[in-house]
């Protein structure tokens, strides 16, 4: 079946330099699309959304940019700090059906 | 944001037993809970979707008889593995759902660490 899916499982980066956590979806279908934060053990933490009428969404320290044109999504985390190391999930909601569709997840890991 | 709360938060139990999982909107009321399941290193996998009132509706592949879901109120829904074996060991999470919500309106309980010996 059509799932979400991510470019790249790991991820590591400096302290202080910007993120770029990538996720390619195949659900033409698909309008709304979340980003999420997991730490180990815990639930996933909403961080960021958009909707498909739109390609660029800001909030603080996070950008989400949404390209339907090739169905690729992005999450770009500025200045990165030790508390962003998670596991990030992009996920999916198709049309009118409410139920969420994740993605892999990569893992991030800043570096002091 | 509204909170969701899981109980118990981490489970040992021996194979053949049951064990039920508590899922609670403490500040919302939730019409729709969702039922997750994850393995490490992976991703959630919804399992089910839970109404209150009504029956729920299971994913594909995931068995109704052994994973029993109630929800008897809008702040409660309960996942009962029945028979448990340890290929049902996982990080079960469910997720609330309130009346007139969507995506960003979903919370997510902290988890429940499940492990069948």
């Known amino acids: 079946g059509e799932s979400v899916g991510l470019h790249l499982p790991t991820l590591s980066v400096q302290e202080g330099d910007n993120s770029i956590i990538n996720c390619a979806y195949s659900?033409?279908?698909?309008?709304?699309f979340i980003w999420y934060k997991q730490e180990s053990g815990k639930g996933p933490q909403f961080i960021i959304d958009i909707r498909s009428n739109m390609d660029k969404r800001q909030g603080q320290r996070v950008t989400v940019l949404l390209n339907k044109t090739v169905k690729h999504l992005s999450l770009q985390i500025a200045a990165t700090q030790p508390g962003d190391s998670a596991v990030y999930f992009c996920?999916?909601?198709?049309?009118?059906?409410?139920?969420?569709?994740f993605g892999k997840g990569t893992l991030l890991t800043v570096n002091p | 944001g509204a909170v969701v709360s899981q109980h118990p938060s981490w489970v040992i139990c021996k194979s053949g037993t049951s064990v039920k999982i508590e899922c609670r909107s403490l500040d919302f009321q939730a019409t729709t809970m969702f039922w997750y399941r994850q393995f490490p290193k992976q991703s959630l996998m919804l399992m089910a979707t839970?109404?209150?009132?009504?029956?729920?509706?299971?994913e594909q592949g995931v068995e109704k008889d052994k994973f029993l879901i109630n929800h008897a109120s809008l702040t409660l829904s309960t996942l009962t593995v029945t028979s448990a074996h340890p290929e049902d060991s996982s990080f079960y999470i469910c997720?609330?759902?309130?009346?007139?919500?969507?995506?960003?309106?979903?919370?997510f309980g902290p988890g429940t660490r499940l492990t069948v010996l």
């Open positions: 839970s109404n209150e009132g009504s029956k729920a509706t299971y």
């Open positions: 659900n033409s279908a698909s309008d709304y």
């Open positions: 996920a999916e909601i198709p049309g009118s059906n409410y139920k969420l569709t």
């Open positions: 997720s609330g759902f309130p009346p007139g919500g969507r995506g960003d309106t979903q919370y």
